[in-house]
Each structure stands twice: as structure tokens, then as C-alpha cells.
């Protein structure tokens, strides 16, 4: 009889349990897996135990490691950062600290910057004034669950930051939160198509219409697949994606590999130009670093015809992206940001457009370090997609192509995506954009820098080739 009861009781407590997992949201795991997500939180906290023992070192992870993923989850949370006894990274650079660093009341807020002319030849209508230098780079809706893409624009316009879409169009989600947008075209068009694939000018002029599509970013190449275009499976093809991207319902989704109107340096000029005289907004240029001779031919053809070039280049690295692709491309195509970013920012100095055209970096630049290293080789703004998963409650599962993540950020199930609540997430998002740009300020005070805006190569010094790669011309300015 008193293992009757017992039983009993147990029941019930697990089936309380089971009601209160479903019914919170600050922890998506818990919310799709009730009960049986505790194990992994389990897992987590003996974890910090058992690796006293080498049983895996939080360094040793891949893509990205447990430190960097713990910062961000705190970040998010609002849990404090401060560490005590000593680092645990190996760091491959580190930044020179000034003698006398900044005072707070020598401190001063980040001034932003224009993206665009205002007028000149190449000058648009309607410049756009960035004011974070911590944005959130390009993820489209479909990749990412219509839940994830609401709360990423929700924290967005609470941060102050803008959002990209990716090469899947413009959604009403990307809109939800009333942030600024990039809206971003890829080789397909998606979302500014004719039913050929060629660009539709009307469809174009419909979304520069919206106030808060601030910018448009013509896609060249990602950091997961550069030379290969864009691939959303099938199964996640559903009307309302099918209906914004413009293109079959349940088929799978691949982008030419590259834009069949854009064939050399002129042409991408041309095409720069018609977008920003049909829009009247900045036109940027996303591309993964790797035939030096382009990069040369494209700035001189900047100089020559200044109508065609474009208000900001994002460089992306050759690491691998959010985006389902090839092993081969992931692994072993384009150079990685450490190599790409300051070849980028020489090559503009070069040839004189370091106040035409600016530079955005992404690429793994998930944590204040890397940021900050990214402003001092001459980055304008970092964006992140990754790190920004993150901040939802991405837990690196390696599902992402699948529609069947579990946390729900890049899932294609509804009962999964129902896990993720966005006002919860919206607010983990703002507080993770903060987080960065805080901490990068704290570096360039030490630096003896009134804000981020100052930071130049002389500023940071690798101290370890081989370990992340990250170069910095040594005393160099």
C-alpha cells in the first residue's frame, strides 16, 4: 500500500512538472521537451565538474567552443560575466592597453556613421545613419522559424541595431518589431523576382516603399558556400514562404551560383546602380574574399565610375555560415576573415575609398574580442547571425537544415517552433547586442580610446600565429 502511494505521488509530481514545462518560456528545451530536458541541464552543470578531469576542454569544441557559447547565453540572460582566477582561453591576440586608459568622464557614446552619399555621383536619396556598429547579419525566413525571426526583429528595435533578411526576401516578420532592415538580394532575387528569376523593378519599389528597409545588399557569397547558391529543402517550402520568396510550394529551394546579370566588375556596377536609382537607398555588396585580382579590378572600376559603386561591402569569411552546404565548401572555400578583412581594408585604402565605401565583417565575430579585433583592421560594423542564434537558445545541434531544431530557431515543426517564445527571446537578443557593445567600449577605454571609433591595428598584437590566425601588422597604424 505505501508503494502504492509513493508511486502515486511520484505521478503527480512528474505530471506538475510535466504542466509547468509546458507552460513556462524562458527555456525553449524545457518547453518541447518536458521533463526529460533537464538531463541536459544536468549535463551542463555537472559538465563544469568533469572537466577538471580533461575530460573535454571548454576550448576545444567546433565551430564554436563552450566559452564563446557561455558568453553569449549569460549575455543574454543577464547574467554577469565577471570571471575570477585567471583566463581560460588561448588567446591569438591580445589589445595594447594604454598607460593612462579613459576616465568616465572622458567616455563617449558611439557617434554612428552614414552608409551612402548624400550627394555626388553615386549619392542616394536617402542615406542611412547607422548608429550601433553591432548589427544582426543576414538569416531568411524559412531557414530560420517565422518565432525566431520575430523575436530577432522585436530585440532588434530594442537594441537599436538593424536586421538583414537574407537572401529569402522580405517577411512580415522581418518587419514585426519595427527595427531597421537591410533587405538582402541573392542570385535567385528572391522577393524582387520575376516568375524568370530576372529582377522585378515594381516588386524592388514595394519594398523600398516600407520606411524601415533602410538599405539594400546585393549577395554575391556567403562564408558556408561561396561559389554555390543558396539551398532551402523542400519541406520547408510552405505556401506562405513560397508566396514571399516567389517561387513552387514544397519544392526545393536552390539559387543559381551565381547572378546571371552580374558576370564582371562592370556589370556589378551597373546592377549597383540600377538598385539604388530604383530604390533611392544605400546598395551594398556581400561577398566572400578570395580572387585578389577582382578585388582590384572592382575598387579601380569604383574610382572610374563612382555612379556604380557600392555605399558598403559586407566581407563575409570562408568559416562557414547558418546556411545548409557542401562539406568541401564549408571546409575549404574562401579565405577566413583574419585574412580576408585586412586585405579587404588595405585595398580600399589603396585605391582612396576609405570615405565612399564601408566595411562590414562577419564571419564568427560572435564575442566583444573578436569585434573589437574586426574595428581595429578597419571594419565600419560587425554583424553576427550565429551569435545572435545564440541569444535565442541555439544549443549548436547541428540541425539546422533538418526543420527539426530543437529549440525551434531554424525549425520547420510547428510543435517545435511553438517552444520559443519570442517576447521572451526579443529581450535576450537586445541584451546580447548591448552586451557586445559594452564590453567593446570597456576595451577601447583601456585602449585609451574615447570609443570604438578610434581603434586602428596598432591596438591589437597577435601573440600566438596558428591559434585562430588573427594578424595585426605589428605597430603599424
Not at 564554436?64 to 543574454?76: Q, T
Not at 516568375?195 to 538599405?215: F, N, Y
Not at 514544397?250 to 530604383?278: A, C, K, T, W, Y
Request: aromatic share 8%; glycine share 12%; with cysteine.
Amino acid at each position: 500500500m505505501l508503494a502504492l502511494l509513493l508511486l502515486a505521488i511520484i505521478l503527480l509530481a512528474l505530471a506538475a512538472l510535466y504542466v509547468h514545462d509546458r507552460r513556462q518560456t524562458a527555456h525553449t528545451i524545457l518547453r518541447n521537451y518536458p521533463i526529460i530536458g533537464y538531463f541536459r541541464y544536468f549535463a551542463e552543470t555537472l559538465g563544469e565538474y568533469m572537466r577538471q578531469y580533461q575530460y573535454l576542454p571548454d576550448w576545444s569544441e567546433r565551430p564554436f567552443n563552450r566559452l564563446e557559447r557561455g558568453w553569449v547565453y549569460r549575455s543574454a540572460k543577464g547574467v554577469s560575466n565577471l570571471r575570477s582566477f585567471g583566463s581560460e582561453n588561448v588567446p591569438a591576440f591580445v589589445f595594447r592597453n594604454a598607460a593612462f586608459p579613459v576616465l568616465d568622464e572622458e567616455k563617449r557614446p558611439y557617434p554612428g556613421k552614414q552608409i551612402g552619399l548624400s550627394e555626388g555621383p553615386g549619392a542616394c536619396r536617402q542615406p542611412y545613419f547607422a548608429r550601433s556598429f553591432f548589427n544582426i547579419s543576414g538569416m531568411s525566413y524559412g531557414a530560420l522559424s517565422h518565432a525566431a525571426v520575430s523575436a530577432l526583429s522585436r530585440g532588434a528595435k530594442v537594441a537599436g541595431i538593424w536586421m538583414a533578411t537574407g537572401e529569402g526576401g522580405l517577411a512580415p516578420y522581418h518587419l514585426e518589431g519595427g527595427c531597421d532592415v537591410i533587405m538582402q538580394m541573392g542570385t535567385a532575387k528572391y522577393g524582387a523576382r520575376n516568375p524568370d528569376g530576372t529582377l522585378s523593378e515594381t516588386r524592388l519599389r514595394e519594398i523600398a516603399a516600407h520606411e524601415q528597409v533602410r538599405m539594400f545588399e546585393v549577395k554575391l557569397a556567403q562564408g558556408a558556400k561561396p561559389g554555390k547558391g543558396g539551398i532551402l529543402p523542400g519541406a520547408k517550402v510552405t505556401e506562405e514562404i513560397a508566396a514571399i520568396r516567389g517561387i513552387p510550394v514544397g519544392r526545393d529551394s536552390i539559387s543559381p551560383n551565381r547572378h546571371h546579370d552580374i558576370g564582371n566588375v562592370r556589370e556589378l556596377g551597373q546592377f549597383v546602380e540600377r538598385v539604388r536609382g530604383i530604390t533611392g537607398k544605400p546598395v551594398g555588396v556581400k561577398f566572400v574574399a578570395g580572387d585578389t585580382e577582382f578585388l582590384e579590378a572592382w575598387f579601380e572600376d569604383c574610382v572610374t565610375h563612382p555612379e556604380g559603386c557600392p555605399d558598403y561591402v559586407q566581407i563575409d569569411g570562408g568559416e562557414g555560415g547558418t546556411g545548409a552546404a557542401p562539406s568541401a565548401l564549408i571546409d575549404y572555400v574562401g579565405l577566413p576573415i583574419t585574412l580576408a578583412l585586412p586585405m579587404v581594408a588595405a585595398a580600399r585604402e589603396r585605391h582612396g575609398l576609405e570615405d565612399r565605401i564601408r566595411i562590414i565583417a562577419s564571419a564568427k565575430l560572435i564575442t566583444p574580442d573578436k569585434v573589437a579585433w574586426a574595428l581595429c583592421m578597419g571594419a565600419d560594423f560587425v554583424s553576427s547571425a550565429r551569435g545572435f542564434m545564440f541569444s535565442l537558445g541555439c544549443i549548436q545541434a547541428m540541425k539546422c537544415g533538418s526543420g527539426h531544431c530543437p529549440t525551434g530557431v531554424t525549425a520547420s515543426v510547428p510543435k517545435l517552433i511553438a517552444g520559443l517564445d519570442p517576447t521572451d527571446k526579443a529581450a535576450r537578443v537586445a541584451r546580447y547586442a548591448q552586451q557586445v557593445r559594452e564590453e567593446v567600449e570597456i576595451i577601447a577605454h583601456s585602449c585609451g580610446l574615447t570609443d570604438p571609433t578610434g581603434f586602428r591595428p596598432k591596438h591589437v598584437t597577435e601573440i600566438e600565429r596558428g591559434v585562430g590566425g588573427f594578424r595585426a601588422p605589428q605597430g603599424s597604424d
